[in-house]
């Protein structure tokens, strides 16, 4: 018999999951909408072309690929002549390429990119859009990382001002607040300034890759780590470059800019780095959300090749990845049109925010401790199931959540029932109470019982 | 360049769609869960074994499948050895369950049945879910047919009442007449009647699931075209249920069910599903949602395999297919557990319903003509960027939905733009008004404009 299992890195969410889930995402798209973000949904799979090239080496094998379909397939799969020959040989050696036209959304910033070249008319100016949806990837399961998870993503598109920076932040931090976290931090980096900190450390711009990706683990392996990674990879300037992070560090910001400031010289677009950063800390300095958790991290490096300016990053002490990061890509979306639009945005990982609010018990009550229904109406006999569905149809337009035990059966048991669903309320409807245009209804929780008319129902229930 | 559609059979969804959708969709939850139905979400992809086998044979063709990756992959599509021969034919003629280890959801049931065998232990005896979630077919696009669609399934689990059957089909009539339909039709039939039907008509039963298909397209080809399908698959018996079909169509359903139950004399499980459909009709004959829309209709065979008892489906006179359909399939579950158990369900689809929706114009004003934000702020220049975010921040902490023109600009662009997205207020801060305390308020639908202090603006804006 096959497994009863989800597919490996995949989860079913049973109710109590969903429920969480939803209320979450109910949040992040009040907040979201409360800064005029409009709602965008795009399709689980694109062209496999649209997402080719996009996400680097590592995203190229990440992805699921969808298998060709019919005839497309078999031209692939199946053998055309009998002869044995160069032919055969040629055609063993199957590339994927040839045997998948589409792959599964890998983000939500790509398929943003191509909905904004595609509709670039009908789209405002300035497009200001959340997108709340699953992406998968097929990297190796462990805890909690799933090769399905949802992003909930908020992107301004059109405008190069840091006016977006500081808002997206700001509607960050309002949703983290709303949740409940009260210690967050919001790192915040530029990829202009963090080119110049390597180019005036003696880096060679050819090492710029390899040494992003060192930087970005200092706090996970620290200064000698990084150095390490950096002789592995015969990189010089480290030294140079580590006592810099350091020395900024532990200093206020507005001197560690100064410092950075020093580093970078006259390096153009580090100093424009500089600036922007400077910037969105004045912009975002009187915001409600934003206090004392913005901080400018030059180490933060981010993985992903398309950011081309600001790079940010939500931590919690007692999560070791992020609990979302964005950043400016002003590149991206001319690689689908003719033309270059700059655009920002901000990406939250929805399993992250549930693991923290899980271990810390974040969720309110209602949501915790949520039941199927209001009150669960009992069926007495074959002959009252009307009287029992007429009941719940009542109780139902005056707006209860209302359930029936699915036959007649032992009182015993339909409570029973009742109880192992956590319903708080039971209506009895056996036949005095119908004669007499009444009905029992026991409190679960208290086991009180009490004989009333049908129409007071919703009254008690309510109190 | 890559083209920017999406790929074949799907679409994106702009942020007009998107409310559109959550509109229908927040309808549907609501109603499901005020019947005490609990929400469920399955992952996209499930392991191709659990999927194989449950649709027929359309269904194995329309499924799409996602490659095996890495070395598994590399395993079946790379030359091992450098010789010809024996092995290098038999490793071209390549079969797709070579290829393929995951394939993405086909539809809610068959899932559904998986988690409940699943999770046997740890879901209460009856469980009732509902599950709104896309699903892809790699079907031929046509007009209203999609390779990814929603559908809204509801489904009750362990129990074989008909009590079940009375619910589910006054749920679905309660979210229809929530949303506004009125001339829907819900169709009732039972495959064991069927079955009876097909054998008091003669009809040989290894020709059952033929019969079927052709008399499922009565009410598309009419009596002449079944006749002629029976006639091409060497059907005979035709004229006889045709007939009979013909005589209780035009009847009363009490009249009706006394035609049928002659018609299928003693075959015990024909009076049985008669016997079903009978108390499905009294149990809803009060039930406020259902009153003349609820008929039986014995040419009604709904497509699906798994199905054993009740059919359902519902239609609407200006759509040619189904809103939805449903049944109940007792033998499902049992395919992935040790355990057979009873279950019944209905699958509304969402595409079909916003179709007829859009054409009816029967969208509620504030979701049609709805706006990305209540109010727009100008940015008056760099200087007074800050006062323009502060005032952002109190308009959102006091409930509105505020957009801020993202860099300082002429008034007169920021007022196109404002009138493009279509929101209904502007707020001009300019230096005069920030000195003042004050904000000129623009309704963009009248022209009005007025000064006043920044604490009114929510009070002029709401009312």
Same mark, same amino acid.
């Given at each position: 018999?096959a497994t009863t299992n989800p597919a490996r890195g995949t989860r079913d969410f049973?109710?109590?999951d969903v429920?969480?889930r939803?209320?979450?995402i ?14 965008l949904e795009t399709p689980a799979f694109e062209n496999l072309e649209t997402l080719t090239g996009k996400y680097g080496e590592e995203g190229g094998q990440l992805m699921f690929k969808i298998l060709k379909r019919g005839e497309k397939l078999a031209e692939v799969t ?15 050696n199957i590339e994927t390429s040839q045997l998948s036209d589409l792959a599964l959304r890998y983000d939500l910033t790509v398929p943003l990119a191509r909905v904004?070249a595609n ?12 997108q709340i949806q699953p992406v998968w990837r097929a990297d190796r399961p462990a805890k909690g990382r799933y090769r399905e998870f949802y992003q909930c993503d908020?992107d ?7 006016? @977006? ?47 992003? @990706? ?81 901080? @400018? ?5 981010r993985g992903l090749s398309y ?14 990845g992020s609990?979302g990061g964005g950043?400016?890509y002003?590149?991206l979306?001319?690689m689908f ?8 945005g901000?990406s939250l990982g929805l399993e992250r925010?549930l693991v ?108």
């Open positions: 018999m049973l109710p109590a429920r969480k939803n209320y979450v109910g949040i992040i798209k009040d907040v979201y909408e409360s800064y005029g973000f409009e709602p199946k053998l055309r002549s009998p002869e044995v020959g160069e032919e055969t040989l040629e055609l063993r904004v509709n670039r008319n009908e789209l405002p100016k300035f497009f200001k859009r959340y908020v301004a598109v059109g405008s190069d001002s840091l006016v @977006v920076e500081a808002e997206l932040i700001s509607a960050v931090a309002t949703i983290l607040k709303r949740l409940g976290f009260d210690d967050f931090i919001i790192r915040l980096n530029h990829r202009e300034l963090l080119r110049g900190m390597l180019a005036a450390s003696g880096i060679a711009p050819e090492q710029e890759g390899d040494a992003l @990706v060192a930087l970005d683990k200092l706090d996970k392996i620290g200064p000698d780590g990084v150095t390490k990674e950096f002789d592995d990879r015969g990189i010089t300037g480290a030294a140079n470059l580590l006592e810099l992070l350091q020395s900024v560090a532990s200093v206020e910001t507005a001197s560690a800019m100064t410092t950075l400031s020093d580093f970078v010289g006259d390096h153009a677009s580090a100093q424009n780095g500089l600036n922007d950063l400077g910037r969105i800390l004045k912009y975002s300095s009187q915001l409600s959300a934003i206090s004392h958790q913005l901080v @400018v991290d030059v180490s933060l490096a950011y081309t300016g600001t790079i940010m990053e939500i931590n919690v002490p007692d999560l070791a609990l950043g400016r002003d590149g979306i001319g049109g003719k033309e270059q639009i700059p655009a920002c901000f925010i923290v609010m899980e271990e810390r018990g974040m969720f309110p009550p209602e949501i915790a401790d949520s039941t199927p229904a209001d009150v669960m109406i009992t069926i007495w006999s074959e002959e009252t199931v009307n009287e029992s569905l007429r009941l719940a149809d009542e109780l139902r337009s005056q707006g209860l959540r209302v359930t029936v035990y699915p036959e007649p059966d032992k009182l015993g048991k339909q409570m029973k029932y009742a109880d192992s669903i956590g319903v708080p309320f039971v209506c009895v409807l056996g036949e005095t109470e119908i004669c007499e245009n009444n009905v029992t209804l026991k409190n679960m929780r208290t086991g009180e019982q009490q004989t009333c008319n049908r129409n007071k129902v919703r009254e008690i229930i309510a109190v």
